[in-house]
């Protein structure tokens, strides 16, 4: 099982209110893939471990143009009552090179209980 970082969205992830992501990346998933999200992946000191937070099982991935995120998927990102204007802006600062045209992969998934 790989792990996924999601060090912008902990609480989301504890909470279990993000059921979706958006990566520039991770095309080898499938449905049915497991994932263990953790809180940091890379850049941990010397001593420092990976603190895993949640599994969970893929539903469905795709590609879409980040400007296309609508509101209820900005809500199933883990931010409830922001705007896709918001959620595109906040995504490409937070990953160099982005743009609101650039191709991401959407992953969606659901929690599995007992599995890390």
């Not at 090179?97 to 599995?112: F, L």
Request: hydrophobic letters at 35%; one cysteine or more; a positive charge.
């Amino acid at each position: 099982m790989r792990n996924m970082s999601c060090a912008i969205t902990t609480q989301q992830v504890i909470d279990e209110i993000k059921t979706e992501t958006r990566r520039n990346g991770w095309w080898f998933l499938r449905a049915d893939d497991l994932i263990c999200l953790v809180k940091k992946g890379m850049g941990l000191k010397k001593g420092e471990k990976v603190e895993r937070l949640k599994t969970v099982v893929v539903l469905s991935t795709f590609q879409q143009q980040l400007k296309l995120i609508s509101p209820e998927e900005v809500r199933r990102e883990g931010f409830p009552g922001k705007s896709p204007e918001w959620f595109i802006e906040m995504f490409c600062k937070s990953h160099k090179g982005c743009t609101p045209e650039t191709v991401v992969n959407v992953i969606k998934w659901k929690y599995v209980k007992d599995i890390i």
